[in-house]
T-cell receptor
Framework: AQSVTQPDIHITVSEGASLELRCNYS??????LFWYVQSPGQGLQLLLK??????LVQGIKGFEAEFKRSQSSFNLRKPSVHWSDAAEYFC???????????FGAGTRLTVKP | DGGITQSPKYLFRKEGQNVTLSCEQN?????MYWYRQDPGQGLRLIYY???????QKGDIAEGYSVSREKKESFPLTVTSAQKNPTAFYLC??????????????FGDGTRLSIL
């Protein structure tokens, strides 16, 4: 069965520092990959998605993610973190059907002044 | 503006009571979903529906029920059989992709607590 792992439960970075959030998936074929962000008490907002083609995907709010098939990873990156980026981030893996989407447990990002 | 509206934002349930969470979308999406979110566990699928008058159980359907009488609406009932209902409930919708998995759009959630 497909699954997604976010190894880091909580990450703290200083404002202006670079950020990388890890995501590993388990699936026999190339999955559809997503990153979502959730602010406290809110729903999830799509940051970016990977379906096929260029393995480096650009998203909103200055985020990007790179699909690495050999490592079964889809890590999220941002060159310079802003205080407003503090939130919880979820990686998700999808199959052919919308109902077969699996979410990671999330990584909570804290941004230090 | 198109989007998904969940109501109420906060809901309290008494012992033995059924409660219904509302989810309405004006995105003209065919598929709708209900997730339960608990701290440290990510999102778990309760029910989903791809077409009016049809829905399927997700991973944790026990103690929950849904209906899909209209394309725009997908209410979730938390029944008294759900012994641990305290959680954050998220509704989502998406278009149905025949050759790719489409992103899901989420509402702002309903937080359910036990009195």
């Amino acid at each position: 069965a497909q699954s997604v792992t976010q190894p880091d439960i909580h990450i703290t970075v200083s404002e202006g520092a670079s950020l990388e959030l890890r995501c590993n998936y388990s699936y026999g074929a190339t999955p559809y990959l997503f990153w979502y962000v959730q602010s406290p008490g809110q729903g999830l907002q799509l940051l970016l998605k990977y379906f096929s083609g260029d393995t480096l995907v650009q998203g909103i709010k200055g985020f990007e993610a790179e699909f690495k098939r050999s490592q079964s990873s889809f890590n999220l990156r941002k060159p310079s973190v802003h205080w407003s980026d503090a939130a919880e981030y979820f990686c998700a893996v999808g199959l052919y059907n919308n109902n077969d989407m699996r979410f990671g447990a999330g990584t909570r990002l804290t941004v230090k002044p | 503006d198109g989007g998904i509206t969940q109501s109420p934002k906060y809901l309290f349930r008494k012992e033995g009571q059924n409660v219904t969470l509302s989810c309405e979308q004006n995105l003209n999406h065919d598929a709708m979903y209900w997730y339960r979110q608990d701290p440290g566990q990510g999102l778990r699928l309760i029910y989903y529906s791809q077409i009016v008058n049809d829905f399927q159980k997700g991973d944790i359907a026990e103690g929950y029920s849904v209906s899909r009488e209209k394309k725009e609406s997908f209410p979730l009932t938390v029944t008294s059989a759900q012994k641990n209902p305290t959680a954050f409930y998220l509704c989502a919708s998406s278009i149905l992709g025949h050759d790719s998995n489409q992103p899901q759009h989420f509402g702002d959630g309903t937080r359910l607590s036990i009195l």
